[in-house]
């Protein structure tokens, strides 16, 4: 009886961990369309208010939740203070010191990163453009993100139970 309860358990547990997995995959397709929002709405305050880019992340910061509101002031505080340099090093040091947390893929972080040295040499038409060639790329990550998710997440559930029931059969 001992052994069932166990075995049964064991079973739980490994399908609960093929579940976490599975939801993991999923927040990261979350992730990227919420950066996608967040670029949507930095295009906008750039082409629309003509915002340059700390008045931009400081309307935007308002309007997002953790980590990438406070991702956002950082950059605004760290550019009005004249911190760290350069745009691009400051875009690129905020973005691993905040974002690493998001739960964004790390190829899609590397690529946000990389955005901060197109972004802060160009004008207000070159700004909105490199954006637009970002969203345009993060569209297609989240394609084929979109397309082998489903599968992903089906066998990570799959694998979940049946590691379960194989090490219970091993075990009893």
């Known amino acids: 009886m001992l052994k069932i309860a166990g075995g049964l358990l064991l079973i739980a547990g490994t399908t609960l961990m093929g579940m976490r997995a599975a939801s993991g995959i999923q927040d990261e397709y979350r992730q990227?369309?919420?950066?996608?929002?967040?670029?949507y709405m930095l295009q906008s305050e750039i082409r629309y208010s003509r915002a340059y880019l700390g008045e931009?992340?400081?309307?935007?910061?308002?309007?997002?939740?953790?980590?990438y509101a406070g991702w956002l002031f950082q950059m605004s505080r760290s550019m009005d203070k004249r911190e760290?340099?350069?745009?691009?090093?400051?875009?690129?040091?905020?973005?691993?010191?905040?974002?690493?947390?998001?739960g964004l893929p790390?190829?899609?972080?590397?690529?946000?990163?990389a955005?901060?040295?197109?972004?802060?040499?160009?004008?207000?038409?070159m700004q909105v453009k490199t954006l637009e060639l970002y969203q345009e790329q993060l569209?297609?990550?989240m394609s084929e993100k979109r397309?082998?998710?489903?599968?992903?997440?089906?066998?990570?559930?799959?694998?979940?139970?049946?590691s379960g029931i194989f090490l219970t059969v091993l075990l009893i």
């Not at 931009?56 to 980590?67: D, S």
């Not at 397309?147 to 049946?162: A, D, H, I, N, P």
């Open 106 to 113: 790390q190829e899609e972080r590397r690529r946000l990163a």
């Open 56 to 67: 931009a992340f400081l309307h935007i910061k308002e309007q997002v939740r953790e980590p």
């Open 139 to 141: 569209a297609v990550s």
């Open 84 to 102: 760290g340099g350069m745009f691009s090093d400051i875009w690129e040091t905020e973005t691993e010191a905040y974002l690493s947390v998001s």
């Open 32 to 39: 990227m369309q919420y950066l996608q929002q967040i670029i």
């Open 147 to 162: 397309e082998g998710m489903r599968t992903k997440m089906r066998l990570c559930r799959c694998l979940g139970v049946m």
């Open 115 to 125: 955005l901060g040295g197109r972004l802060g040499a160009a004008d207000m038409d």
